[in-house]
Nanobody, 122 residues
Framework: QVQLVESGGGLVQAGDSLRLSCAAS????????MAWFRQAPGESREFVAA????????SYADSVKGRFTISRNNAGNTVYLQMNNLKPEDTAVYSCAAGPALSMDAPTYDYWGQGTRVTVSS
């Protein structure tokens, strides 16, 4: 079992930056693919970014390419999402997930955190 806890969300203005963290416990992140998803109010959950076990493969949603960066520290069992030039449409609850394969599909992932809220004001 892997337990995931996100942190780093908050209220910011458009153009600001935030760094989200996802700390894993219970088992080492090891070879798990890690991903970030988000869900805005009234919307379905959407893929944001994913990274493979050694960080050499990364995938991003088109809406965040060039602004968000996913990274991981396996020794610290932590995954990060650096979010720059935030926009009001980035407002959502951001959740991290762990799974066996790099995918944009939520059902691929076995473990989920509770999420951290990001609100971007215009």
């Amino acid at each position: 079992q892997v337990q995931l806890v996100e942190s780093g969300g908050g209220l910011v203005q458009a153009g600001d930056s935030l760094r989200l963290s996802c700390a894993a416990s219970g088992r080492t992140l090891g070879t798990h693919v890690m991903a970030w998803f988000r869900q805005a109010p009234g919307e379905s959950r959407e893929f944001v970014a994913a990274i493979n076990w050694n960080g050499r493969m990364r995938s991003y949603a088109d809406s965040v390419k060039g602004r968000f960066t996913i990274s991981r520290n396996n020794a610290g069992n932590t995954v990060y999402l650096q979010m720059n030039n935030l926009k009001p449409e980035d407002t959502a609850v951001y959740s991290c997930a762990a799974g066996p394969a790099l995918s944009m599909d939520a059902p691929t992932y076995d473990y989920w955190g509770q999420g951290t809220r990001v609100t971007v004001s215009s």
